[in-house]
T-cell receptor, first 109, second 111 residues
Framework: SQQGEEDPQALSIQEGENATMNCSYKTSINNLQWYRQNSGRGLVHLILIRSNEREKHSGRLRVTLDTSKKSSSLLITASRAADTASYFCATDEDNDMRFGAGTRLTVKP | DAGVTQSPTHLIKTRGQQVTLRCSPKSGHDTVSWYQQALGQGPQFIFQYYEEEERQRGNFPDRFSGHQFPNYSSELNVNALLLGDSALYLC??????????FGSGTQLSVL
């Protein structure tokens, strides 16, 4: 079963704009992670935020976590065409990671 | 240092056949998880292996089975293939139960 659910399902923006993706989950978590997938191949880990953290940065990525609302957001600033990919949130559940359906981001040059 | 490697990259089978997919984890990783990803969907957790034992299992039928070897490599076996088993099968390794490192996957087509 899926734990996280991303919103929107698809997002199309121009290069240089910011992209925001949201994730909602159902049960309590120890951490929440975001992954990126290009062209249906392997996923690449982007960032991990723990349940006692509210915000985390990594380069052009900013992740927030609101455990009271069971939600997280991923912000990509100054987007590039190379950021075009699917983005998934994942939450830990019984010692394994469960993924949402993802947000398909398209960045137009 | 090689990352997670999966073989084969592509596979075509017919209904009713059996298939074995293989995964070598990232060096030093002792935990292997398998995921099924249908087109346009997120990865669905199949099961996880640690110390050669199945530690966790997702909502998949017994047709899906696996194995982990002493060198931490792993196999995923699927018996009595159905059309609906067509998907990208992803292997991920980890050292703790946190950050996952994924292979490039095996694209399975069942005809």
């Amino acid at each position: 079963s899926q734990q996280g659910e991303e919103d929107p399902q698809a997002l199309s923006i121009q290069e240089g704009e910011n992209a925001t993706m949201n994730c909602s989950y159902k049960t309590s978590i120890n951490n929440l992670q975001w992954y990126r997938q290009n062209s249906g191949r392997g996923l690449v880990h982007l960032i991990l935020i723990r349940s006692n953290e509210r915000e985390k940065h990594s380069g052009r990525l900013r992740v927030t976590l609101d455990t009271s609302k069971k939600s997280s957001s991923l912000l990509i600033t100054a987007s590039r065409a190379a950021d075009t990919a699917s983005y998934f949130c994942a939450t830990d559940e019984d010692n394994d990671m469960r993924f949402g359906a993802g947000t398909r981001l398209t960045v137009k040059p | 240092d090689a990352g997670v490697t999966q073989s084969p990259t592509h596979l075509i089978k017919t209904r009713g056949q059996q298939v074995t997919l293989r995964c070598s984890p990232k060096s030093g990783h002792d935990t292997v998880s398998w995921y099924q990803q249908a087109l346009g969907q997120g990865p669905q957790f199949i099961f996880q292996y640690y110390e050669e034992e199945e530690r966790q299992r997702g909502n998949f039928p017994d047709r899906f089975s696996g194995h982990q070897f002493p060198n931490y490599s792993s196999e995923l076996n699927v018996n009595a293939l159905l059309l609906g088993d067509s998907a990208l099968y992803l292997c991920a390794s980890s050292l703790t139960d946190e950050k996952l490192f994924f292979g490039s996957g095996t694209q399975l087509s069942v005809l």
